[in-house]
């Protein structure tokens, strides 16, 4: 199979389901196509898809969408673990994946995902604040809930950690404050080898684009876990 995904340090859309296959061990090769970039809008019209990143090729199958891509995965993977075995479990994995695929708008516009960089942090508004209160309340309820057996929000790794893995970016990135369980959740995520891979490519990376990089001081490189 082959991932099309855009720049290591600010798509978070690729990343999502790039963790998934690391995680899994689904085999597949990478195809990156740098954003802002001459040759972007040729290289992802060749696919014949979507009209952008991540597109997922399988034989002569292919499918755009991040979730749309795990979904794939998880019927041409069922031994793989992409939604938790658990019904109650799986139902709540999808409710929230879906939650954070249509929504926290405000916290994706006010802090744009970057992972070579940490900013201080900062009052960032209303809009801000009651998304991170609700990505935090889904976190600790699927931790208290489901969570027993691994550190991540159903015990072992699964779609909706991939699906949150950008925001536990952005709360890094942007310093923001959370409870002990969501930072917990946060650090396990950015810990993986599958997510300090992709930051040690990102930091390879020779590509800046200008509109994904916060206008605010600059307190540091991205703090990844010990």
């Not at 978070?12 to 998934?20: D, E, G, H, Y």
């Not at 201080?120 to 508004?125: I, Q």
């Not at 409870?179 to 993986?192: I, K, N, Q």
Request: with cysteine.
């Amino acid at each position: 199979m082959k991932l099309v995904i855009a720049n290591k340090a600010y798509s978070s859309w690729s990343l999502r389901p790039w963790i998934l296959m690391s995680m899994l061990d689904i085999p597949f090769e990478e195809d990156v196509i740098p954003l802002d970039t001459p040759e972007f809008r040729p290289r992802v019209d060749a696919y014949g898809a979507g009209s952008t990143v991540p597109i997922l090729v399988d034989g002569d199958v292919t499918v755009w969408e991040s979730l749309a891509i795990m979904e794939h995965l998880a019927e041409r993977f069922p031994d793989r673990g992409v939604w938790p075995k658990d019904p109650k479990a799986r139902a709540f994995a999808r409710a929230i994946s879906n939650e954070m695929h249509a929504g926290f708008r405000a916290l994706r516009s006010a802090c744009p995902m970057n992972v070579r960089k940490r900013h201080p942090a900062k009052d960032r508004g209303e809009a801000v604040a009651k998304d991170v209160a609700r990505i935090t309340h889904l976190w600790r309820s699927a931790r208290e809930r489901f969570g027993q057996g691994g550190p991540f929000l159903f015990g072992a790794f699964s779609a909706a950690d991939a699906m949150y893995a950008p925001v536990a970016t952005r709360f890094a990135g942007y310093s923001v404050a959370i409870d002990p369980v969501s930072a917990a959740w946060r650090d396990a995520v950015l810990g993986t080898p599958a997510f300090r891979a992709w930051h040690a490519a990102a930091m390879a990376e020779p590509w800046v684009v200008a509109h994904d990089e916060a206008d605010e001081p600059v307190a540091g490189p991205f703090p990844m876990p010990a």
